[in-house]
């Protein structure tokens, strides 16, 4: 019953039972107890750990002074940036709009040149209750899925109730800022980074000196962003990029068909980003970035998740996990199938390296599902093997050598999208052997493989 989310992929269980299953999840979310909400939200969020490597082997480090949990229960939080203190993220709890407890939803994020952690909240539409007559954020609501009713939180929290809290629901869809080297910081919710269903947050410096984050927007038909900050990373003095991320710029993409990409800069006052569509200031515009990437005429992509700058190529890998919605009609060259359920991976490549380039390329690096079978149309370098081919690419990891690694979610669609279980790849993205996928670990059925990391000699991943 919770994850009902799944059949939707594959339709394997008829429309009657997928609605019986969501009206059981639904029902099972308006009886939770005030207890069972409780345990709920201490684990939605993130934990930080120490380990240690200790003749031969990392073990955990008891009592490590920076060790802590962060959760939707109970962690203050601060918001900055554009969006920060404007009336549409005022609340009954804060009526300054610069305040907010907790964060959910947490998926692929990134670790800055700092060493601070950005925590990606991605589907933050299950959480709230309540309805939208009446509400000043109905369109922007509609837009990201609100309300999605899945949890009960709302019943005991006044915070996930849009009938109290009308602004609810823009607390949240943010890239969340969280130092664990410093146990005492309070984690900040950086709006210029802007508002969506974030997976990766993952970066670069850029050949100039500034950071750039790029992040998709996990959901079919969305968009993939870069963010460009203004000023430059400093590297020798940690805490002078303390508020690097609160000043920048949030681009969309658009992918054309000649293999050309466009960034579009999501400012307002530029192009239809104005007034007369809804958006006042800088802060309409990060509050509704899905509806800005529209008018601006952004790609809508096959579920674009994680994305990972390659150190050593200087090329970015875009992973596409898959869409079964797309129609033959709404097919484009960087999403050329249509009922994809295999997914797909890009490679951007940045002009001279210049990362803050509003133009650059794009080719497909590989498409994913089973070569053998001329009717998913996959693309894999003929070297690979009956084992090295995957479906429906999620998360990744670079290696220290330029390979990129990829961990797979093929959910409750597993036996049609490749009749096997998840896992990670290696995949060669240079030479001859580039688009060749090899497996490297298989998960049991049913499970998900995320968060591939690699220590800095690259030994242990």
């Known amino acids: 019953i919770e994850r009902e989310d799944r059949f939707d992929e594959g339709k394997a269980l008829g429309p ?29 969020g993130g934990s930080i750990v120490e380990v240690r490597k200790i003749d031969g082997k990392w073990q955990l480090v008891e009592n490590s002074r920076y060790a802590r949990r962060i959760s939707a229960l109970d962690t203050p939080m601060r918001l900055s940036g554009p969006a920060a203190g404007h009336e549409r993220l005022k609340t009954r709890e804060d009526p300054t709009g610069t305040r907010v407890i907790g964060t959910i939803n947490n998926c692929a994020g990134g670790i800055t040149p700092w060493g601070t952690y950005l925590m990606a909240e ?44 009308p602004n609810a629901a823009n607390l949240h869809g943010w890239v969340v800022e969280v130092d664990p080297l410093d146990p005492t910081s309070e984690p900040v919710k950086r709006t210029a980074l802007g508002r969506f269903k974030h997976e990766g947050a993952e970066s670069i410096v850029n050949t100039d000196g500034r950071l750039v984050i790029y992040s998709g927007d996990d959901q079919r038909f969305e968009f993939l962003y870069k963010f460009v900050s203004d000023d430059r990373v400093n590297p020798d003095d940690r805490a002078a990029n303390r508020d690097l991320l609160d000043r920048g710029t949030l681009y969309a993409a658009r992918f054309n068909d000649d293999g050309t990409l466009d960034w579009l800069p999501l400012v307002q006052g530029q192009g239809p980003l104005s007034a007369e569509n809804g958006f006042a200031s800088q802060a309409d515009v990060l509050i509704e970035a899905r509806r800005a990437a529209t008018l601006l005429g952004a790609t809508p992509m096959d579920r674009p998740e994680d994305v990972e700058p390659n150190p050593v190529n200087g090329r970015v890998y875009v992973l596409l996990t898959n869409n079964s919605k797309r129609q033959p009609q709404t097919t484009d060259a960087a999403n050329p199938r249509a009922v994809n359920i295999w997914g797909h991976v890009l490679e951007l490549i940045a002009p001279d390296g210049d990362h803050a380039a509003m133009r650059g390329r794009w080719e497909i690096l590989v498409k994913a599902g089973d070569p053998a079978d001329p009717a998913v ?85």
């Not at 589907?123 to 009713?149: A, C, M, Q, S």
Request: net charge neutral.
């Open 122 to 165: 991605e589907n933050f539409h299950y959480y709230v209750l309540g309805g939208l007559d009446g509400n000043p954020e109905k369109t922007n609501y509609e837009r990201y899925g609100i309300p999605g009713k899945r949890y009960a939180w709302g019943r005991y929290h006044t915070r996930f109730d849009l009938d109290h809290e």
């Open 16 to 44: 009657w039972l997928r609605t019986i299953l969501h009206n059981l999840a639904v029902d099972r979310a308006r009886k939770a107890s005030r207890e069972i909400v409780d345990i709920e939200m201490a684990c939605h």
């Open 377 to 461: 149309a996959a693309l894999w370098n003929p070297a690979t093997g009956t084992s090295g081919w995957f479906a429906c690419p999620d998360n990744c990891a670079v290696d220290p050598q330029g390979r990129l690694w990829v961990s797979t979610d093929q959910g409750g669609n597993w036996k049609k999208a490749s009749g096997s279980a998840d896992g990670v790849w290696a995949l060669e993205t240079e030479g001859a052997g580039r688009g060749t996928g090899k497996m490297f670990f298989r998960v049991p059925v049913g499970a998900e493989m995320c968060g591939p990391c690699f220590t800095p000699d690259g030994k242990t991943l």
